[in-house]
């Protein structure tokens, strides 16, 4: 796996071209929700495999390394906590196939449906390098049918210039060129639900088609 490829996946979490990475992510228990329709195999339109399963997640501890969850099929009468879905992402890259996992939540803020995304599993075995590594959240506005997934990341260039301009206001810090959102829970979804609805605040629509 090249290193440009690692660091995207394992730092920044980022699924998307487009996407702000959160130290925080954008759900608590209460938003969560179950939908069947999210299981499944989807592929996107450059090849990309996407393999969503419901599976009950533990940890094995933040120092343990490489990344080994534990995935255990959820018990049909626990509650909300086991409202969790295991995300397999496959990309294609320079003829390799290029592998990972990702806890991710389903969840509802007002009438708008996000999914939140967490790097779990990745190919990363140089341990001082594996300590300077930080899981960052990521989250999208999707839509679900029967054969269709349509996802819309918050777009990094218009919170810039808005953050520039002091018309939004945010907890974050500045990693270069790119923002990293440190707002905890509800300050996030605060802005979710503000910004979630407004057009030049979202990606174009990335559309996955079921296998």
């Known amino acids: 796996m090249k290193a440009k490829t690692i660091f995207l996946i394992a730092a920044l979490a980022i699924l998307a071209g487009s996407c702000i990475p959160s130290l925080f992510p954008l759900y608590t228990q209460d938003d ?14 450059d090849n990309g495999i996407w393999i969503i399963e419901r599976l009950e997640y533990h940890n094995r501890g933040i120092f343990d390394y490489p990344f080994d969850p534990t995935w255990i099929e959820p018990d049909q009468d626990s509650d909300s906590l086991s409202i969790r879905y295991r995300l397999t992402v496959k990309e294609f890259v320079e003829g390799d196939t290029v592998e990972a996992e990702f806890l991710i939540h389903l969840l509802r803020l007002g009438d708008q449906q996000y999914v939140n995304f967490y790097p779990d599993d990745y190919d ?25 997934l349509t996802l819309r990341f918050f777009d990094p260039d218009y919170l810039r210039q808005m953050i520039e301009k002091n018309r939004i206001r945010i907890s974050h810090v500045w990693l270069d060129d790119f923002i990293l959102l440190t707002a905890p829970t509800p300050e996030l979804q605060k802005f979710v639900i503000k910004y979630g609805n407004e057009e030049d605040a979202l990606t174009g629509p990335e ?3 079921r296998i």
């Open 32 to 45: 969560l929700l179950y939908d069947e329709r999210l299981e499944g195999t989807w592929e996107d339109g």
């Open 124 to 148: 990363l075995h140089h341990g001082f390098l594996h300590w300077h590594m930080v899981q960052a959240n990521n989250f999208s506005k999707i839509s679900i049918s029967e054969d269709r």
């Open 207 to 209: 559309v996955f088609n």
